[in-house]
Protein backbone atom coordinates (compact mmCIF):
# COMPACT_ATOMS: atom_id res chain seq x y z
CA UNK A 1 0.00 0.00 0.00
CA UNK A 2 2.31 2.45 1.06
CA UNK A 3 4.97 1.36 -1.25
CA UNK A 4 2.16 2.43 -4.19
CA UNK A 5 1.32 5.75 -2.72
CA UNK A 6 4.91 6.34 -2.66
CA UNK A 7 5.08 5.38 -6.52
CA UNK A 8 2.20 7.41 -7.45
CA UNK A 9 3.77 10.19 -5.41
CA UNK A 10 7.02 9.51 -7.17
CA UNK A 11 5.80 9.48 -10.57
CA UNK A 12 3.50 12.22 -9.87
CA UNK A 13 6.17 14.95 -9.42
CA UNK A 14 8.01 13.98 -12.60
CA UNK A 15 5.13 14.83 -14.73
CA UNK A 16 4.74 17.96 -12.43
CA UNK A 17 8.04 18.81 -12.74
CA UNK A 18 8.31 17.87 -16.62
CA UNK A 19 4.61 20.26 -17.52
CA UNK A 20 6.72 22.87 -15.27
CA UNK A 21 9.34 23.18 -16.83
CA UNK A 22 7.99 22.82 -20.73
CA UNK A 23 5.40 25.90 -19.30
CA UNK A 24 8.71 27.92 -18.15
CA UNK A 25 10.40 27.38 -21.80
CA UNK A 26 7.20 28.54 -23.84
CA UNK A 27 6.79 31.47 -21.29
CA UNK A 28 10.11 32.36 -22.05
CA UNK A 29 9.72 32.16 -25.70
CA UNK A 30 6.64 33.80 -25.84
CA UNK A 31 8.28 36.82 -23.65
CA UNK A 32 11.30 37.01 -26.06
CA UNK A 33 9.26 37.07 -28.96
CA UNK A 34 6.79 40.03 -27.55
CA UNK A 35 9.69 41.80 -26.42
CA UNK A 36 11.87 41.39 -29.86
CA UNK A 37 8.28 42.39 -32.06
CA UNK A 38 7.58 45.52 -29.48
CA UNK A 39 10.92 46.63 -30.33
CA UNK A 40 11.30 45.89 -33.87
CA UNK A 41 7.82 47.39 -34.57
CA UNK A 42 8.39 49.98 -31.86
CA UNK A 43 5.13 49.22 -30.40
CA UNK A 44 6.11 50.56 -26.64
CA UNK A 45 4.39 52.06 -23.88
CA UNK A 46 5.88 55.63 -24.32
CA UNK A 47 5.16 55.96 -27.93
CA UNK A 48 1.51 54.05 -26.92
CA UNK A 49 0.93 56.97 -24.18
CA UNK A 50 2.20 59.63 -26.52
CA UNK A 51 0.24 58.64 -29.52
CA UNK A 52 -3.12 58.51 -27.45
CA UNK A 53 -3.84 62.20 -27.04
CA UNK A 54 -3.20 62.17 -30.76
CA UNK A 55 -5.98 59.49 -31.25
CA UNK A 56 -8.58 60.88 -28.88
CA UNK A 57 -8.18 64.21 -31.02
CA UNK A 58 -8.72 62.69 -34.44
CA UNK A 59 -11.48 60.69 -33.42
CA UNK A 60 -13.23 64.09 -31.77
CA UNK A 61 -12.70 65.77 -35.14
CA UNK A 62 -14.06 62.32 -36.81
CA UNK A 63 -17.12 62.24 -34.97
CA UNK A 64 -19.91 63.95 -36.39
CA UNK A 65 -21.50 67.00 -34.75
CA UNK A 66 -24.55 65.41 -34.72
CA UNK A 67 -27.44 67.93 -32.57
CA UNK A 68 -30.63 66.02 -31.34
CA UNK A 69 -32.74 69.37 -31.87
CA UNK A 70 -31.64 69.59 -35.62
CA UNK A 71 -31.25 66.27 -36.70
CA UNK A 72 -33.96 65.53 -39.12
CA UNK A 73 -33.73 69.40 -41.20
CA UNK A 74 -32.67 70.07 -44.26
CA UNK A 75 -28.62 69.84 -45.62
CA UNK A 76 -27.95 73.47 -45.23
CA UNK A 77 -28.23 73.49 -41.25
CA UNK A 78 -24.96 72.37 -39.37
CA UNK A 79 -25.68 69.18 -37.07
CA UNK A 80 -28.36 67.76 -39.60
CA UNK A 81 -27.95 64.37 -40.58
CA UNK A 82 -28.20 65.36 -44.12
CA UNK A 83 -25.56 67.82 -43.33
CA UNK A 84 -23.41 65.06 -42.68
CA UNK A 85 -24.00 62.56 -45.44
CA UNK A 86 -24.34 65.64 -47.84
CA UNK A 87 -22.99 63.99 -50.34
CA UNK A 88 -24.66 60.59 -50.48
CA UNK A 89 -25.30 60.63 -54.02
CA UNK A 90 -21.38 60.33 -55.10
CA UNK A 91 -20.71 58.16 -52.04
CA UNK A 92 -23.88 56.41 -52.44
CA UNK A 93 -23.01 55.42 -56.78
CA UNK A 94 -19.18 54.77 -55.48
CA UNK A 95 -20.34 51.97 -53.09
CA UNK A 96 -22.35 50.85 -55.96
CA UNK A 97 -19.66 50.55 -57.84
CA UNK A 98 -17.85 48.92 -55.18
CA UNK A 99 -20.78 46.36 -54.78
CA UNK A 100 -20.73 45.71 -58.06
CA UNK A 101 -16.94 44.87 -58.46
CA UNK A 102 -18.08 42.37 -55.42
CA UNK A 103 -20.92 40.61 -57.06
CA UNK A 104 -18.39 40.28 -60.84
CA UNK A 105 -15.45 39.18 -58.61
CA UNK A 106 -17.56 36.49 -57.30
CA UNK A 107 -19.33 35.63 -60.33
CA UNK A 108 -16.19 35.39 -62.01
CA UNK A 109 -14.26 33.60 -59.50
CA UNK A 110 -16.86 30.86 -58.69
CA UNK A 111 -16.94 29.70 -62.26
CA UNK A 112 -13.28 30.12 -62.58
CA UNK A 113 -12.71 28.43 -59.05
CA UNK A 114 -15.10 25.38 -59.89
CA UNK A 115 -13.33 24.59 -62.69
CA UNK A 116 -10.08 24.83 -61.05
CA UNK A 117 -11.17 22.59 -58.68
CA UNK A 118 -12.44 19.63 -60.89
CA UNK A 119 -8.68 19.53 -62.04
CA UNK A 120 -7.09 19.86 -58.81
CA UNK A 121 -9.53 17.25 -56.91
CA UNK A 122 -7.71 14.19 -56.85
CA UNK A 123 -11.04 11.62 -57.36
CA UNK A 124 -12.16 12.41 -60.84
CA UNK A 125 -9.31 10.94 -62.85
CA UNK A 126 -7.34 13.94 -63.33
CA UNK A 127 -4.04 13.27 -64.27
CA UNK A 128 -1.69 13.23 -60.67
CA UNK A 129 0.72 15.85 -62.18
CA UNK A 130 -2.34 17.86 -63.33
CA UNK A 131 -4.14 17.91 -60.03
CA UNK A 132 -0.94 18.61 -58.58
CA UNK A 133 -0.26 21.68 -60.51
CA UNK A 134 -3.66 23.62 -60.50
CA UNK A 135 -3.77 23.20 -56.55
CA UNK A 136 -0.11 25.09 -56.53
CA UNK A 137 -1.34 27.49 -58.86
CA UNK A 138 -4.51 27.56 -56.49
CA UNK A 139 -1.97 28.28 -53.27
CA UNK A 140 -0.33 30.81 -55.14
CA UNK A 141 -3.26 33.12 -55.79
CA UNK A 142 -4.86 32.51 -52.54
CA UNK A 143 -1.49 33.66 -50.79
CA UNK A 144 -1.23 36.68 -52.74
CA UNK A 145 -2.68 39.71 -50.87
CA UNK A 146 -5.46 41.57 -53.51
CA UNK A 147 -4.06 45.14 -52.47
CA UNK A 148 -0.51 43.23 -54.10
CA UNK A 149 -1.92 42.73 -57.05
CA UNK A 150 -4.26 45.44 -57.41
CA UNK A 151 -0.69 47.25 -57.19
CA UNK A 152 0.06 45.62 -60.24
CA UNK A 153 -3.40 45.53 -62.02
CA UNK A 154 -3.36 49.79 -61.59
CA UNK A 155 -0.15 49.84 -63.35
CA UNK A 156 -1.25 47.93 -66.02
CA UNK A 157 -4.80 48.53 -66.30
CA UNK A 158 -4.77 51.98 -64.93
CA UNK A 159 -6.59 53.76 -61.87
CA UNK A 160 -10.31 52.23 -61.65
CA UNK A 161 -12.37 49.21 -60.77
CA UNK A 162 -11.46 47.05 -63.54
CA UNK A 163 -7.94 47.10 -62.06
CA UNK A 164 -9.63 46.09 -58.17
CA UNK A 165 -11.84 43.07 -60.25
CA UNK A 166 -9.40 41.26 -61.64
CA UNK A 167 -7.34 41.38 -58.20
CA UNK A 168 -10.22 40.30 -56.26
CA UNK A 169 -11.24 37.68 -58.94
CA UNK A 170 -7.71 36.30 -59.09
CA UNK A 171 -7.69 36.14 -55.14
CA UNK A 172 -11.23 34.67 -54.75
CA UNK A 173 -10.47 32.00 -57.22
CA UNK A 174 -7.74 30.97 -55.22
CA UNK A 175 -9.34 30.79 -52.02
CA UNK A 176 -12.57 29.28 -53.62
CA UNK A 177 -10.89 26.49 -55.47
CA UNK A 178 -9.41 24.59 -52.33
CA UNK A 179 -12.62 24.91 -51.13
CA UNK A 180 -14.77 23.65 -53.63
CA UNK A 181 -11.94 20.75 -54.12
CA UNK A 182 -12.16 19.59 -50.74
CA UNK A 183 -15.91 19.41 -51.20
CA UNK A 184 -15.63 17.50 -54.57
CA UNK A 185 -12.89 14.94 -53.20
CA UNK A 186 -15.89 13.96 -50.66
CA UNK A 187 -18.70 13.37 -52.91
CA UNK A 188 -20.26 10.04 -53.49
CA UNK A 189 -18.50 8.17 -56.73
CA UNK A 190 -20.72 5.91 -57.26
CA UNK A 191 -23.03 8.52 -59.41
CA UNK A 192 -19.68 8.98 -61.13
CA UNK A 193 -18.96 5.92 -62.12
CA UNK A 194 -23.29 5.29 -63.29
CA UNK A 195 -22.55 7.92 -65.94
CA UNK A 196 -18.96 6.94 -66.45
CA UNK A 197 -20.65 3.37 -67.68
CA UNK A 198 -23.62 4.63 -69.69
CA UNK A 199 -20.45 6.00 -71.86
CA UNK A 200 -20.97 9.99 -70.39
CA UNK A 201 -17.26 11.98 -71.21
CA UNK A 202 -15.33 13.62 -68.70
CA UNK A 203 -17.47 16.70 -69.10
CA UNK A 204 -20.35 15.23 -68.54
CA UNK A 205 -19.76 13.53 -65.52
CA UNK A 206 -18.96 16.67 -64.19
CA UNK A 207 -21.74 17.99 -65.42
CA UNK A 208 -24.74 15.50 -64.31
CA UNK A 209 -22.87 13.55 -61.49
CA UNK A 210 -20.65 15.86 -59.59
CA UNK A 211 -22.63 19.07 -60.07
CA UNK A 212 -25.73 18.18 -58.53
CA UNK A 213 -24.13 17.01 -55.55
CA UNK A 214 -22.31 20.37 -55.03
CA UNK A 215 -24.53 22.66 -55.61
CA UNK A 216 -25.52 24.05 -52.30
CA UNK A 217 -22.08 24.02 -50.96
CA UNK A 218 -20.38 25.58 -53.92
CA UNK A 219 -23.59 28.29 -53.52
CA UNK A 220 -22.85 28.27 -50.10
CA UNK A 221 -19.47 29.09 -50.14
CA UNK A 222 -19.78 31.61 -53.14
CA UNK A 223 -21.59 33.31 -50.92
CA UNK A 224 -19.24 33.24 -47.89
CA UNK A 225 -16.71 34.30 -50.72
CA UNK A 226 -19.16 37.29 -51.61
CA UNK A 227 -19.40 38.77 -48.18
CA UNK A 228 -15.41 38.77 -47.98
CA UNK A 229 -15.37 40.28 -51.43
CA UNK A 230 -17.20 43.29 -50.57
CA UNK A 231 -14.99 44.37 -47.83
CA UNK A 232 -11.71 43.60 -50.15
CA UNK A 233 -13.62 45.94 -53.05
CA UNK A 234 -14.14 48.57 -50.49
CA UNK A 235 -10.93 48.48 -49.33
CA UNK A 236 -9.13 48.14 -52.86
CA UNK A 237 -10.22 51.85 -54.09
CA UNK A 238 -7.05 52.39 -51.23
CA UNK A 239 -4.65 51.89 -54.14
CA UNK A 240 -6.33 52.97 -56.76
CA UNK A 241 -8.72 50.13 -57.57
CA UNK A 242 -11.77 52.54 -57.68
CA UNK A 243 -15.07 52.70 -55.84
CA UNK A 244 -15.94 53.97 -52.29
CA UNK A 245 -12.67 53.22 -51.12
CA UNK A 246 -10.98 55.99 -53.29
CA UNK A 247 -13.62 58.73 -52.17
CA UNK A 248 -12.70 56.96 -48.49
CA UNK A 249 -8.72 57.93 -49.21
CA UNK A 250 -9.50 61.25 -50.78
CA UNK A 251 -11.48 62.60 -47.75
CA UNK A 252 -8.96 61.29 -45.38
CA UNK A 253 -6.19 62.82 -47.78
CA UNK A 254 -7.82 65.94 -47.55
CA UNK A 255 -8.70 66.00 -43.50
CA UNK A 256 -12.41 66.20 -44.56
CA UNK A 257 -12.70 63.49 -41.34
CA UNK A 258 -16.42 64.29 -40.92
CA UNK A 259 -16.84 62.98 -44.88
CA UNK A 260 -14.55 59.99 -44.38
CA UNK A 261 -16.32 59.25 -40.75
CA UNK A 262 -20.03 59.60 -43.16
CA UNK A 263 -17.88 57.26 -45.72
CA UNK A 264 -17.15 54.75 -43.16
CA UNK A 265 -20.60 54.48 -41.67
CA UNK A 266 -22.24 53.54 -44.87
CA UNK A 267 -19.87 51.07 -45.58
CA UNK A 268 -20.32 49.48 -42.24
CA UNK A 269 -23.82 49.59 -42.44
CA UNK A 270 -23.88 48.13 -46.12
CA UNK A 271 -21.52 45.07 -45.08
CA UNK A 272 -23.37 44.87 -42.09
CA UNK A 273 -26.81 44.37 -43.93
CA UNK A 274 -25.14 42.22 -46.80
CA UNK A 275 -23.96 39.83 -44.21
CA UNK A 276 -27.00 39.70 -42.28
CA UNK A 277 -29.00 38.46 -45.86
CA UNK A 278 -26.05 36.05 -46.80
CA UNK A 279 -25.76 34.47 -43.68
CA UNK A 280 -29.53 33.60 -43.79
CA UNK A 281 -29.08 32.34 -47.55
CA UNK A 282 -26.26 30.20 -46.62
CA UNK A 283 -27.83 28.51 -44.03
CA UNK A 284 -31.30 27.90 -46.19
CA UNK A 285 -28.94 26.32 -48.84
CA UNK A 286 -26.76 23.96 -46.16
CA UNK A 287 -29.75 23.12 -44.52
CA UNK A 288 -31.73 22.29 -47.84
CA UNK A 289 -28.82 19.15 -47.92
CA UNK A 290 -29.01 18.03 -44.22
CA UNK B 1 -38.23 -4.72 -68.34
CA UNK B 2 -34.20 -3.64 -67.41
CA UNK B 3 -32.27 -2.37 -70.54
CA UNK B 4 -28.80 -1.43 -70.55
CA UNK B 5 -27.17 1.59 -71.36
CA UNK B 6 -26.12 -0.18 -75.11
CA UNK B 7 -29.47 -1.71 -76.01
CA UNK B 8 -31.54 2.00 -75.61
CA UNK B 9 -32.07 3.05 -79.39
CA UNK B 10 -33.42 6.70 -80.05
CA UNK B 11 -36.16 4.22 -81.28
CA UNK B 12 -36.98 3.67 -77.91
CA UNK B 13 -36.50 6.84 -76.80
CA UNK B 14 -38.58 8.42 -79.35
CA UNK B 15 -41.64 5.71 -78.23
CA UNK B 16 -41.03 6.72 -74.72
CA UNK B 17 -41.32 10.18 -75.32
CA UNK B 18 -44.88 9.87 -77.24
CA UNK B 19 -45.74 7.99 -74.36
CA UNK B 20 -44.81 10.11 -71.16
CA UNK B 21 -44.38 13.36 -72.72
CA UNK B 22 -43.86 15.81 -69.29
CA UNK B 23 -41.15 13.36 -68.15
CA UNK B 24 -39.06 15.22 -71.45
CA UNK B 25 -40.12 18.76 -71.58
CA UNK B 26 -40.38 21.20 -68.39
CA UNK B 27 -43.43 22.94 -68.47
CA UNK B 28 -43.62 26.52 -70.30
CA UNK B 29 -44.06 28.47 -66.92
CA UNK B 30 -40.93 27.15 -65.22
CA UNK B 31 -39.29 27.36 -68.53
CA UNK B 32 -40.06 31.06 -68.93
CA UNK B 33 -39.59 31.84 -65.30
CA UNK B 34 -35.97 30.44 -65.54
CA UNK B 35 -35.24 32.48 -68.58
CA UNK B 36 -36.54 35.82 -67.26
CA UNK B 37 -34.14 34.78 -64.12
CA UNK B 38 -31.41 34.29 -66.34
CA UNK B 39 -31.95 37.62 -68.51
CA UNK B 40 -32.39 39.89 -65.42
CA UNK B 41 -29.23 38.27 -64.09
CA UNK B 42 -27.03 38.83 -66.83
CA UNK B 43 -28.70 42.35 -67.65
CA UNK B 44 -27.61 43.43 -64.28
CA UNK B 45 -24.15 41.72 -65.19
CA UNK B 46 -23.61 43.20 -68.29
CA UNK B 47 -24.70 46.38 -66.86
CA UNK B 48 -21.97 46.08 -64.30
CA UNK B 49 -19.28 45.47 -66.75
CA UNK B 50 -20.04 48.88 -68.33
CA UNK B 51 -19.92 50.69 -65.28
CA UNK B 52 -16.12 49.77 -64.89
CA UNK B 53 -15.23 52.72 -67.61
CA UNK B 54 -13.02 50.37 -69.84
CA UNK B 55 -12.38 50.75 -73.46
CA UNK B 56 -10.77 48.25 -75.40
CA UNK B 57 -8.00 50.55 -76.27
CA UNK B 58 -7.01 50.21 -72.71
CA UNK B 59 -8.09 46.81 -72.00
CA UNK B 60 -5.42 45.29 -74.88
CA UNK B 61 -3.08 48.03 -73.48
CA UNK B 62 -3.30 46.65 -70.24
CA UNK B 63 -2.84 43.15 -71.19
CA UNK B 64 0.55 43.55 -72.98
CA UNK B 65 1.79 46.22 -70.08
CA UNK B 66 0.93 43.47 -67.77
CA UNK B 67 3.04 40.91 -70.08
CA UNK B 68 6.25 43.55 -69.99
CA UNK B 69 6.01 43.76 -66.29
CA UNK B 70 5.80 39.91 -66.13
CA UNK B 71 9.00 39.81 -68.28
CA UNK B 72 10.81 42.48 -66.48
CA UNK B 73 10.30 40.38 -62.98
CA UNK B 74 12.95 37.80 -64.06
CA UNK B 75 14.97 37.34 -62.93
CA UNK B 76 14.57 38.38 -59.55
CA UNK B 77 17.03 40.64 -57.98
CA UNK B 78 17.33 42.09 -54.42
CA UNK B 79 19.48 45.28 -56.04
CA UNK B 80 21.21 45.57 -53.58
CA UNK B 81 18.69 46.16 -50.62
CA UNK B 82 18.29 43.11 -49.60
CA UNK B 83 18.74 44.58 -45.73
CA UNK B 84 16.01 46.75 -45.99
CA UNK B 85 13.85 43.90 -47.39
CA UNK B 86 14.65 41.55 -44.55
CA UNK B 87 13.88 44.38 -42.27
CA UNK B 88 10.57 45.28 -43.92
CA UNK B 89 9.95 41.37 -43.13
CA UNK B 90 10.55 41.14 -40.23
CA UNK B 91 9.26 44.21 -38.86
CA UNK B 92 5.58 42.59 -40.64
CA UNK B 93 5.85 39.86 -38.99
CA UNK B 94 6.48 41.77 -35.68
CA UNK B 95 3.52 43.98 -36.41
CA UNK B 96 1.19 40.74 -37.01
CA UNK B 97 2.94 38.69 -33.49
CA UNK B 98 2.29 42.08 -31.05
CA UNK B 99 -1.15 42.94 -32.70
CA UNK B 100 -2.40 38.98 -32.57
CA UNK B 101 -1.19 38.89 -28.88
CA UNK B 102 -2.86 41.77 -27.54
CA UNK B 103 -6.05 41.36 -29.26
CA UNK B 104 -6.03 38.04 -28.10
CA UNK B 105 -5.54 38.98 -24.24
CA UNK B 106 -8.35 41.49 -24.70
CA UNK B 107 -10.28 38.78 -26.60
CA UNK B 108 -10.02 36.75 -23.30
CA UNK B 109 -12.38 38.15 -20.96
CA UNK B 110 -14.67 40.00 -23.30
CA UNK B 111 -15.04 35.91 -24.42
CA UNK B 112 -16.50 35.41 -20.99
CA UNK B 113 -18.33 38.53 -20.95
CA UNK B 114 -19.92 37.82 -24.06
CA UNK B 115 -20.82 34.04 -23.20
CA UNK B 116 -24.13 33.30 -22.66
CA UNK B 117 -23.65 30.61 -20.20
CA UNK B 118 -21.36 33.15 -17.85
CA UNK B 119 -23.46 36.60 -18.36
CA UNK B 120 -26.75 34.84 -18.44
CA UNK B 121 -28.59 38.76 -18.95
CA UNK B 122 -30.27 38.60 -22.44
CA UNK B 123 -30.26 42.19 -22.75
CA UNK B 124 -26.54 42.29 -22.27
CA UNK B 125 -25.79 39.46 -24.50
CA UNK B 126 -27.45 41.45 -27.34
CA UNK B 127 -25.69 44.28 -26.88
CA UNK B 128 -22.24 42.61 -26.40
CA UNK B 129 -22.51 40.68 -29.63
CA UNK B 130 -23.70 43.83 -31.47
CA UNK B 131 -20.35 45.74 -30.24
CA UNK B 132 -18.67 42.92 -32.18
CA UNK B 133 -20.36 42.49 -34.98
CA UNK B 134 -19.90 46.08 -35.82
CA UNK B 135 -15.81 46.34 -35.60
CA UNK B 136 -16.06 42.25 -37.11
CA UNK B 137 -17.75 44.82 -39.99
CA UNK B 138 -15.10 47.21 -40.65
CA UNK B 139 -12.13 46.00 -42.64
CA UNK B 140 -9.02 46.19 -41.41
CA UNK B 141 -7.17 48.54 -43.70
CA UNK B 142 -10.11 51.36 -43.08
CA UNK B 143 -8.91 50.85 -39.54
CA UNK B 144 -4.99 51.28 -40.47
CA UNK B 145 -5.52 54.31 -42.59
CA UNK B 146 -7.62 55.72 -39.91
CA UNK B 147 -5.16 55.03 -37.35
CA UNK B 148 -2.02 56.54 -40.12
CA UNK B 149 -4.06 59.69 -39.92
CA UNK B 150 -4.39 59.89 -36.26
CA UNK B 151 -0.30 58.95 -34.84
CA UNK B 152 0.96 59.12 -38.36
CA UNK B 153 2.92 56.53 -40.42
CA UNK B 154 4.34 54.06 -39.68
CA UNK B 155 3.53 49.97 -37.79
CA UNK B 156 2.15 51.80 -34.55
CA UNK B 157 -0.68 52.34 -36.66
CA UNK B 158 -0.29 48.92 -38.34
CA UNK B 159 -0.46 47.26 -34.80
CA UNK B 160 -3.50 49.83 -33.30
CA UNK B 161 -5.43 48.49 -36.46
CA UNK B 162 -4.70 44.86 -36.19
CA UNK B 163 -5.96 44.92 -32.64
CA UNK B 164 -8.65 46.81 -33.40
CA UNK B 165 -10.14 44.54 -36.33
CA UNK B 166 -9.35 41.38 -34.95
CA UNK B 167 -10.06 41.58 -31.14
CA UNK B 168 -14.04 41.32 -31.60
CA UNK B 169 -13.72 38.31 -34.21
CA UNK B 170 -11.60 36.77 -31.64
CA UNK B 171 -13.91 37.32 -28.85
CA UNK B 172 -16.85 36.22 -31.11
CA UNK B 173 -14.98 32.96 -31.35
CA UNK B 174 -14.32 32.53 -27.78
CA UNK B 175 -17.37 33.58 -26.58
CA UNK B 176 -18.77 30.51 -28.93
CA UNK B 177 -16.33 28.21 -27.63
CA UNK B 178 -16.71 28.86 -24.07
CA UNK B 179 -20.43 28.22 -24.90
CA UNK B 180 -19.93 24.88 -25.91
CA UNK B 181 -17.59 24.18 -22.56
CA UNK B 182 -18.76 20.82 -21.19
CA UNK B 183 -20.83 21.65 -17.83
CA UNK B 184 -19.95 18.77 -15.73
CA UNK B 185 -16.14 20.20 -14.67
CA UNK B 186 -17.69 23.38 -13.75
CA UNK B 187 -20.27 21.99 -11.88
CA UNK B 188 -17.49 19.50 -10.43
CA UNK B 189 -15.64 22.59 -9.24
CA UNK B 190 -18.64 24.73 -7.39
CA UNK B 191 -19.59 21.11 -5.40
CA UNK B 192 -16.02 21.20 -3.88
CA UNK B 193 -17.15 25.04 -2.90
CA UNK B 194 -15.42 27.13 -5.29
CA UNK B 195 -17.64 29.71 -6.86
CA UNK B 196 -18.12 32.53 -9.73
CA UNK B 197 -14.28 33.40 -11.14
CA UNK B 198 -12.84 30.07 -9.78
CA UNK B 199 -14.68 28.07 -11.07
CA UNK B 200 -14.76 29.96 -14.51
CA UNK B 201 -10.81 29.40 -14.12
CA UNK B 202 -10.78 25.53 -12.98
CA UNK B 203 -14.02 24.49 -14.92
CA UNK B 204 -13.87 26.10 -18.25
CA UNK B 205 -10.69 27.53 -18.97
CA UNK B 206 -8.49 24.44 -18.82
CA UNK B 207 -11.29 22.94 -21.64
CA UNK B 208 -11.11 26.46 -24.02
CA UNK B 209 -7.92 27.19 -23.05
CA UNK B 210 -6.04 24.79 -26.52
CA UNK B 211 -8.93 26.63 -28.71
CA UNK B 212 -8.05 29.83 -27.94
CA UNK B 213 -4.37 29.54 -28.40
CA UNK B 214 -5.29 27.99 -31.78
CA UNK B 215 -7.06 30.13 -32.89
CA UNK B 216 -4.77 32.83 -31.87
CA UNK B 217 -2.04 31.34 -33.94
CA UNK B 218 -4.31 31.45 -37.36
CA UNK B 219 -5.49 34.50 -36.81
CA UNK B 220 -1.69 35.69 -36.39
CA UNK B 221 -1.08 33.16 -40.19
CA UNK B 222 -3.52 35.74 -41.28
CA UNK B 223 -2.21 38.85 -39.41
CA UNK B 224 1.01 38.24 -41.41
CA UNK B 225 -0.68 39.21 -44.81
CA UNK B 226 -2.84 41.93 -43.32
CA UNK B 227 0.40 43.20 -41.99
CA UNK B 228 1.88 42.98 -45.20
CA UNK B 229 -0.74 44.94 -46.82
CA UNK B 230 -0.66 47.76 -44.36
CA UNK B 231 2.86 48.93 -45.37
CA UNK B 232 1.12 49.50 -48.56
CA UNK B 233 -1.22 52.16 -47.13
CA UNK B 234 2.12 53.52 -44.74
CA UNK B 235 1.43 51.59 -41.48
CA UNK B 236 4.83 50.01 -41.57
CA UNK B 237 6.71 46.46 -42.72
CA UNK B 238 7.47 44.94 -46.28
CA UNK B 239 4.14 46.26 -48.19
CA UNK B 240 6.05 49.81 -48.29
CA UNK B 241 9.13 49.02 -49.60
CA UNK B 242 6.77 47.09 -52.16
CA UNK B 243 4.76 49.66 -52.78
CA UNK B 244 7.75 52.00 -53.53
CA UNK B 245 9.54 49.76 -55.69
CA UNK B 246 6.08 49.04 -58.22
CA UNK B 247 5.88 53.08 -58.08
CA UNK B 248 9.31 52.96 -59.46
CA UNK B 249 8.22 50.22 -62.18
CA UNK B 250 11.88 48.26 -60.64
CA UNK B 251 9.98 45.09 -61.08
CA UNK B 252 12.52 42.73 -60.37
CA UNK B 253 12.85 44.26 -57.40
CA UNK B 254 9.13 44.06 -57.01
CA UNK B 255 9.65 40.10 -57.66
CA UNK B 256 11.61 39.43 -54.95
CA UNK B 257 9.92 40.78 -51.89
CA UNK B 258 6.86 38.69 -53.59
CA UNK B 259 9.06 35.50 -53.58
CA UNK B 260 10.15 35.95 -50.08
CA UNK B 261 6.72 37.48 -48.16
CA UNK B 262 5.68 34.14 -50.26
CA UNK B 263 8.32 32.03 -48.95
CA UNK B 264 7.79 33.24 -45.17
CA UNK B 265 3.94 32.87 -45.81
CA UNK B 266 4.39 29.16 -46.17
CA UNK B 267 6.96 28.78 -43.59
CA UNK B 268 4.83 29.99 -40.92
CA UNK B 269 1.73 28.16 -42.34
CA UNK B 270 4.02 25.04 -41.94
CA UNK B 271 4.80 25.65 -38.43
CA UNK B 272 1.61 27.21 -37.27
CA UNK B 273 -0.47 24.49 -39.06
CA UNK B 274 1.96 21.79 -36.56
CA UNK B 275 1.36 23.29 -33.93
CA UNK B 276 -2.15 24.08 -34.07
CA UNK B 277 -2.77 20.36 -34.63
CA UNK B 278 -0.80 19.63 -31.43
CA UNK B 279 -2.61 21.90 -29.58
CA UNK B 280 -6.00 20.37 -30.06
CA UNK B 281 -4.64 16.66 -29.97
CA UNK B 282 -3.33 17.79 -26.58
Known amino acids: MATATARFEAE ?232 IGQEFVNALQANWLQDAAAILAMVVVVIFLIDLLSERVRHRLIGGVA | MILLPAQVTPDLIAKAQARAPQLFAVPWHVSALRGLTAAVVVLYLLWAIAGLGLTWERFLLGFSKLGDVLRLMVPPSDGGFWADFVEGLSETLAMAFIGTFAAALIAVPLGFIGAKTVVANPLIHFFIRRFFDVFRATPALIWALIFITAVGLGPMAGVLALILSDFAALSKLYAEAIENADK ?72 FIILMFLVTVFIIDQMSYRIRRSLIAG
Open chain 1, 12 to 243: YQTIRARALFWRAIVTVVIVALLLLSAYVSDFVPARLIDGLPKIGLFFENFLPGLRQDVLLEGERTEGSFLYWFYAWDIWGLALLTSINMAILATVASVMSGFALATLAARNLGVPGWLSFLAMRLADLLRTLPDLVLALVFVFAFGIGPFAGLLAIWLHATGALTKLYAEVIENINLNQVEGLRGAGGSWLQCVRFAVVPQVLPNVASYGLLRFEINVGAAAAIGFVGGGG
Open chain 2, 184 to 255: RPVEGVVSSGAGGLLALRFGVLPQVLPIMLSQALYFFESNVRSAAIFGIVGAGGIGFHLNERIRLTQWDQAA
